[in-house]
């Protein structure tokens, strides 16, 4: 059973920083692009960025270009988001989800929240 | 960027009926659309890919249908677990992944 572990969330200043993380298991992790995706309080679905099996490939959502930089750990199974220079906008509940064009499987979420 | 739009933004229908949701893209997307479910404090959960393939463990209920420019997802007789909020998702051109804005399903 495909299991995605969502962490790192929290409460962050504005301009401040942040690292989420998500820990993958019951599939070959090595074999599949894994994504993130966010959802701000009461709105909709939005693509933040995407990295393929290898890590050699990254895609960001105009929103967070050079502000956030996604990675993965094939070894540990983990992918993960540091997020720089946030801003109120940021915050949201972010999903680690597998695969990259539709995403088959979800984490649970971590909530992000950036106030002063 | 694909912008995509879902109508009704809020449908509200009787169990046991039919629901039919609609989303439409502002450029072709082939037939590379999926459709997700999110019920209040979870995850999405996705439905349909490539259209009209239900993912696993997806009930025959649900259906989905379109190409181009515009897609239907349908599930044919309401269950009391399908009241949720609903998701479309173009992956035929990216970056940047785009979602509708959700279509609430709510008991009528």
């Known amino acids: 059973e495909v299991q995605l572990l969502d962490s790192g969330g929290g409460l962050a200043q504005p301009g401040g920083s942040l690292r989420l993380s998500c820990a993958a298991s019951g599939f070959t992790f090595n074999s599949y692009a894994m994504s993130w995706v966010r959802q701000a309080p009461g709105k909709g679905l939005e693509w933040v960025s995407s990295?393929?099996?290898?890590?050699?490939?990254?895609y960001y959502a105009d929103s967070v270009k050079g502000r956030f930089t996604i990675s993965r750990d094939n070894s540990k199974n983990t992918l993960s988001l540091q997020m720089n220079s946030l801003r109120a906008e940021d915050t949201a509940v972010y999903y680690c989800?597998?695969?990259?064009?539709?995403?088959?499987?979800w984490g649970q979420g971590t909530l992000v929240t950036v106030s002063s | 960027e694909i912008v995509m739009t879902q109508s009704p933004a809020t449908l509200s229908v009787s169990p046991g009926e039919r629901a039919t949701l609609s989303c439409r893209a502002s450029?072709?997307?082939?037939?590379?659309l999926a459709w997700y479910q999110q019920k209040p404090g979870q995850a999405p959960r996705l439905l349909i890919y490539g259209a009209s393939t239900r993912a696993t463990g997806i009930p025959a209920r649900f259906s989905g249908s379109g190409s181009g420019t515009e897609f239907t997802l349908t599930i044919s007789s309401l269950q009391s677990e399908d009241f949720a909020v609903y998701y479309c998702q173009q992956y035929n051109d990216w970056p940047p992944l785009t979602f509708g804005q959700g279509t609430r399903l709510e008991i009528k």
């Open positions: 450029q072709s997307v082939s037939s590379n």
């Open positions: 990295i393929s099996a290898s890590g050699g490939s990254t």
């Open positions: 989800a597998k695969e990259w064009g539709r995403f088959d499987n």
